[in-house]
């Protein structure tokens, strides 16, 4: 499966933003897809990950009460809703897929999109 991110960008500090994951690949709706996020200086780290079917979802404890994934596998395409977006939320935003459901580690993935930046402001 081939994965493409998009949707990122340039945000003041309490907006919202909405992420999208396109995937190509018959498949995509086998796959459990997550989000993760590396900022600068920092190590990639994971921020959400949903099911083959979206029926179960998993957020890293600082953005479950912010963000919201959520999957259109007629669509082949997951997103990540952010709200209320900090400046530490300043980051490049991956989306990748897992055999398994509800991984949190980086090497639990084994496909990659290319990443979309989302800088927030003040």
């Known amino acids: 499966v081939q994965l493409q991110a998009s949707g990122g960008g340039l945000v003041q500090a309490g907006d919202s933003l909405r992420l999208s994951c396109a995937a190509s690949?018959?498949?995509?709706?086998?796959?459990?897809i997550g989000w993760f996020r590396q900022a600068p200086g920092k190590e990639r780290e994971f921020v959400a990950t949903?099911?083959?079917?979206?029926?179960?979802?998993y957020y890293a404890d600082s953005m479950k009460d912010r963000f919201t994934i959520s999957r259109d596998n007629a669509k082949n395409t997951v997103y990540l809703q952010m709200n209320s977006l900090k400046l530490e939320d300043t980051a490049v935003y991956y989306c990748?897929?897992?055999?398994?459901?509800?991984?949190?580690?980086?090497?639990?993935?084994?496909?990659w999109g290319q990443g979309t930046q989302v800088t927030v402001s003040s």
């Open positions: 949903t099911s083959w079917s979206g029926s179960s979802t």
């Open positions: 690949g018959r498949t995509f709706n086998r796959y459990a």
């Open positions: 990748t897929a897992s055999n398994l459901v509800g991984k949190i580690r980086r090497g639990e993935y084994d496909y």
